[in-house]
């Protein structure tokens, strides 16, 4: 499995930009009560990777993993790479990192 790990200012140039289209595998009920402007929610406990390849497709960003510490996107990683899925990449702080930086957050 590979795993490229991404820091905050990587991701907010990859939003600023719309290169980057932020998956945050998280639970329907965190992303509600805050995530990171531009994501996209597909929880890991319902991880479609049909679905998932049809965003990747239709939306044409590279595909990030988000989630709240970088534990469950690695998960996610491993889950997509076994489909064929072809993303290596992860936000490693998470949105943890993110709001305690004190970035803007959507709810």
């Known amino acids: 499995m590979k795993v490229v790990d991404l820091d905050r200012e990587t991701i907010k140039r990859g939003l600023d930009d719309r ?10 009920h965190e992303y509600a009560a805050g995530h990171i402007p531009g994501s ?8 479609d990777t049909r679905a998932l390849s049809a965003l990747i497709a239709e939306d044409g960003r590279r595909p990030v ?3 709240a510490a970088g534990v469950r996107s690695v998960h996610a990683l491993a889950a997509a790479q076994s489909a064929g899925i072809p993303v290596e990449e992860h936000y490693v702080g998470g949105f943890k990192d ?5 970035e803007t957050v959507e709810s």
Do not use: K, M, N, Q
């Open 65 to 67: 993993f988000s989630c």
């Open 98 to 102: 993110w709001y305690l930086a004190g």
């Open 40 to 47: 996209v929610t597909h929880p890991l406990s319902t991880f």
């Open 19 to 28: 290169s980057i289209l932020l998956i945050d595998v998280r639970e329907p």
